[in-house]
């Protein structure tokens, strides 16, 4: 099934914002293969979701799909720039050639960004049973195998942090062990940080069914 | 005004809007994408019973939005935020002589601030320094995510914006009300990023920031700035209503403005007409932090009192009837080094 095939190679593929695969957000509008072209048509929340992480979503699904059929075409949907970004992934222009002038640079710098927040966030939540005087000589072969722990691993592969385990938990954004002093702060920061995504999230999610009229899902 | 359990609250709605959404108003197709997209914010996050049909959300005029909020809305005072949207809307989004008009006939209930555009450079500032005579202007609505010829939006760290601002203390124009949307020039970067507040803030200290919409989607970003900045502010502005939706997430929300800036830095909105104050003032005063949520204290009603009005009109200079007042706190909730 093309289908089964396409969601899988999809769940690979994260809003960078929210920090979960476009699969489960419901972004992924429908999916067909007709002979050796498979096109899958993508859709977000609001017509006005920045532009600079809806093409990378559409950008990162047609990187994900290539191996699937001769030709892939990713339609993103519905959205006040869907023309611009749709001819850029045709032509795969990247973000500077799809936006010309508008554009400074291409997205990885943002990616960054938000691959750093998500890291902040899942380290906050796998340490947030844990007493204050054991945090600070942490490392990863302590952590419990909770979803958590599993979750902040990924993020730090994403990273390219080191995941072995006696590797401190504790990290800047570059991978470098927290000062002992900022803990309080650094964790008290990285805990706001992941009300933000999360909030986001499940705000994207009700606007969603709200603008394609979709049932409640889980 | 709104009383229950014994406690008056003085009602000042920080962020209202008269707009014009009409199809023949919209120049493109993005003018429809717009409201289409505030109206399913107002779906999404109202209770069902405060659901309005979408031609009366397309445009309400003032008579209507003086019975919500005055007549229904418990509002004592309101400020309007207008957005311009030029680039989605032939006379504009929000409609500067109708909204003006208004406050001409009401002033003791509504306050009028105007925007401006950096882009529009010389011929722009020309124009500032005439409309803060004509309105007599207290404040400015910024949307930084505004499209203006071939540019989908600026910086208030831009060299235009510093002269803007510059011009906006000198005219006695202290309150710059900052609404962050999805485009800004570059595009590749975070259009919701909050940088150039706080670098705004600290280079102009008499100049109050309110961020609207508390810095959302970037909340944590908003709080980590206003934490280091004590003339930033946070407006309620499309925050309110989770209230309803969920009040979990809107107790974090909260919870967090409490612990990173203090309870006189943050106004009540309505953001009118995305929502109507009614509930959202009889919800509020009803609200309290889930016990399980530890990590927050538990709100009080002299904080309830600043956040839905008090903190507002001490920025605006909006006289509070005798005995509803409460003392500032005069310090900051977390000190980052």
């Not at chain 1, 769940?11 to 498979?38: A, K, N, Q, Y």
């Not at chain 1, 920045?50 to 001769?70: E, H």
């Not at chain 2, 109202?46 to 007549?71: A, C, H, I, N, T």
């Not at chain 2, 810095?215 to 309110?240: K, S, Y």
């Amino acid at each position: 099934m093309i289908e089964t095939a396409v969601f899988e190679a999809l769940d690979e593929v994260m809003d960078p914002e929210l920090d979960e695969p476009i699969t489960t957000l419901g972004f992924v509008r429908s999916v067909e293969l007709d002979g050796g072209v498979l096109t899958v048509h993508l859709r977000l929340p609001t017509a006005f979701c920045s532009p600079n992480f809806a093409y990378l979503m559409a950008s990162d699904s047609k990187d994900a799909l290539r191996d699937l059929a001769p030709h892939v075409v990713v339609v993103l949907d519905d959205h006040h720039d869907s023309d611009v970004i749709n001819r850029g992934i045709a032509a795969d222009a990247g973000f500077v050639g799809t936006y010309g002038e508008e554009a400074s640079r291409e997205l990885e710098e943002l990616r960054l960004t938000f691959q750093r927040k998500a890291h902040a966030a899942a380290m906050e939540r796998a340490v947030r049973e844990v007493p204050l005087e054991r945090l600070r000589s942490l490392t990863l072969q302590d952590l419990p195998a909770t979803r958590a722990s599993e979750a902040l691993r990924r993020r730090r592969s994403a990273l390219g942090f080191d995941t072995a385990p006696d590797a401190p938990v504790l990290v800047d954004d570059i991978g470098a062990p927290l000062p002992p002093g900022e803990l309080p702060l650094r964790l008290r920061f990285a805990r706001s940080v992941g009300i933000s995504i999360e909030g986001n999230a499940h705000f994207c999610r009700g606007l969603l069914r709200t603008r394609y009229a979709l049932e409640e899902t889980a | 005004m709104y009383s229950k359990d014994g406690e008056t609250y003085f009602i000042v709605d920080a962020h209202v809007a008269l707009w014009d959404a009409r199809p023949e108003n919209q120049r493109n197709i993005h003018g429809k994408q717009f409201i289409d997209c505030f109206y399913d914010y107002h779906r999404n996050l109202s209770p069902e019973s405060e659901v309005w049909p979408y031609e009366e959300y397309l445009y309400q005029g003032g008579d209507r939005l003086m019975k919500d909020l005055f007549d229904d809305g418990y509002v004592d005072h309101a400020i309007f935020q207008p957005a311009h949207l030029g680039a989605f809307y032939n006379n504009g989004f929000g409609q500067t002589e109708e909204a003006w008009a208004l406050t001409s006939k009401h002033p003791d209930k509504l306050t009028y601030n105007h925007c401006w555009d950096p882009r529009r450079e010389q011929k722009g500032l020309d124009e500032l320094k005439r409309d803060a005579e004509r309105f007599g202007l207290k404040g400015v609505k910024l949307y930084t995510a505004e499209w203006y010829g071939d540019s989908r939006g600026y910086r208030l760290d831009d060299p235009w914006s510093y002269k803007y601002l510059e011009t906006a203390q000198e005219l006695g124009i202290r309150n710059i009300h900052v609404h962050k949307g999805p485009t800004i020039r570059p595009l590749d970067r975070d259009a919701f990023e909050v940088a150039d507040v706080d670098h705004a803030a600290t280079d102009f200290p008499e100049l109050n920031f309110v961020v609207e919409h508390c810095g959302l989607p970037r909340l944590e970003d908003f709080c980590w700035i206003a934490t280091q900045e004590p003339n930033v502010h946070a407006g309620l502005a499309v925050a309110m209503p989770f209230i309803h939706t969920r009040p979990r997430y809107f107790a974090q929300i909260i919870g967090e403005l409490l612990y990173w800036l203090n309870e006189d830095r943050i106004q009540f909105s309505s953001d009118y007409a995305l929502w109507t104050p009614r509930w959202l003032v009889e919800r509020f005063v009803d609200f309290q932090i889930p016990e399980d949520m530890t990590e927050y204290a538990p709100l009080t009603v002299a904080q309830k009192k600043k956040i839905l009005g008090l903190n507002a009109a001490k920025m605006y200079d909006i006289p509070v009837p005798e005995g509803l007042d409460v003392a500032p706190v005069e310090q900051e909730a977390v000190s980052v080094a």
